[in-house]
């Protein structure tokens, strides 16, 4: 039974480029959230998305990131134009689909690392 | 908006109990989590607590206090393996779970 995988585990990019992050939700979970953690931090809930659809983007960054989770195929989180600032590790997480939400089993993470 | 305190660090010996204190404001309270994160690694869920009191699983147990908006995580016969960040998290309406910034525990032998 595969965990949440996400890829790639370590991404590299220099200023200016895209970034697409993957993450592929435990089988049968419907319910994706996307989560950004700088060094020595908490996980800072960035978005969280059923299939084809934005439920709350409240803690993504209005311009350059966009997420999305197709009917077929993995959620993408998008950071178009990466700064330095972007450097951080990005956890996924999912979630079945009935009652609520407690508990949500996360991904490896990407480590994005912008030069 | 939700907002969680929890220390920063603590250090114990193998064998001791630690108690990782939470407390939180927010609106829409559901119930309080806990999560484990080694360094590098991924967060693992520990329990939930929607309901006043202690529950039991093991070495761990979590307490919530809802009238106090307080919770901890209690750590018991630690062992080397037990080093790593705490985090506690609370899933309010909307079903977002906001997380502290994390307690960083250090087993020493």
């Known amino acids: 039974n595969a965990g949440v995988m996400q890829n790639p585990r370590h991404l590299v990019r220099r200023r200016g480029q895209e970034a697409r992050l993957r993450c592929s939700p435990m089988?049968?979970?419907?319910?994706v959230y996307w989560y950004r953690q700088l060094p020595e931090e908490g996980l800072k809930f960035m978005v969280y998305?059923?299939?084809?659809?934005?439920?709350?983007e409240s803690g993504m960054p209005k311009e350059r990131f966009s997420a999305e989770f197709p009917k077929e195929g993995p959620s993408i989180l998008r950071i178009q134009q990466v700064v330095r600032g972007d450097s951080a590790a990005y956890f996924c997480?999912?979630?079945?689909?009935?009652?609520?939400?407690?508990?949500?089993?996360f991904g490896p993470g990407t480590r994005l690392l912008v030069l | 908006g939700q907002s969680l305190e929890q220390p920063s660090e603590v250090t114990a010996v193998e064998g001791a109990i630690v108690q990782i204190n939470c407390t939180y404001q927010?609106?829409?309270?559901?119930?309080l989590s806990w999560y484990q994160q080694h360094d590098g690694g991924a967060p693992t869920f520990l329990s939930y607590?929607?309901?006043?009191g202690l529950e039991e699983t093991g070495r761990f147990s979590s307490f919530l206090s809802r009238s106090d908006s307080y919770g901890y995580l209690l750590l018991q016969e630690l062992q080397m393996k037990d080093s790593a960040s705490y985090f506690c998290?609370?899933?309010?309406?909307?079903?977002?779970?906001?997380f502290g910034g994390g307690t960083r525990v250090l087993v020493k032998p």
């Open positions: 998305l059923q299939k084809e659809n934005i439920i709350d």
């Open positions: 997480a999912s979630s079945p689909a009935e009652g609520y939400q407690e508990t949500q089993y």
């Open positions: 089988k049968g979970h419907s319910h």
């Open positions: 927010t609106s829409g309270f559901y119930g």
């Open positions: 607590n929607a309901l006043d």
């Open positions: 998290a609370v899933l309010a309406a909307g079903n977002k779970l906001t």
